[in-house]
Nanobody
């Protein structure tokens, strides 16, 4: 059973930066993908960025050039560095883990990011 705990959300002004962290436990093996998703009020959850166990990354067009995703294997931690934040980035951000061999998904509890002056 994989468990995910996010942290690092908060209130930031437009143009500011935040770094989200996702501490993972229970990962045994390789061949997986981890990522960040977000859900704004009244909208569907959407992909922000993903990184595979072989470090292949993908980003939503709306965050390319502003967000960076990375992993620290020694700490089993996933990060999302968010720069040049915009009000439209306001959402609850969720950490996700998915085994690539069977598609089983795990989600964190979410962390709120609010971008406002």
């Amino acid at each position: 059973q994989v468990q995910l705990v996010e942290s690092g959300g908060g209130l930031v002004q437009p143009g500011g930066s935040l770094r989200l962290s996702c501490a993972a436990s229970g990962i045994i093996g390789n061949f997986y993908v981890m990522g960040w998703y977000r859900q704004a009020p009244g909208k569907q959850r959407e992909l922000v960025a993903t990184i595979t166990s072989s470090d292949y990354t993908e980003f939503a067009d709306s965050v390319k050039g502003r967000f960076t995703i990375s992993r620290e294997n020694a700490k089993n931690t996933l990060y999302l560095q968010m720069n040049s934040l915009k009000p439209e980035d306001t959402a609850v951000y969720y950490c996700n883990f998915r085994w690539l061999y069977n598609g089983v998904n795990y989600w964190g509890q979410g962390t709120q990011v609010t971008v406002s002056a």
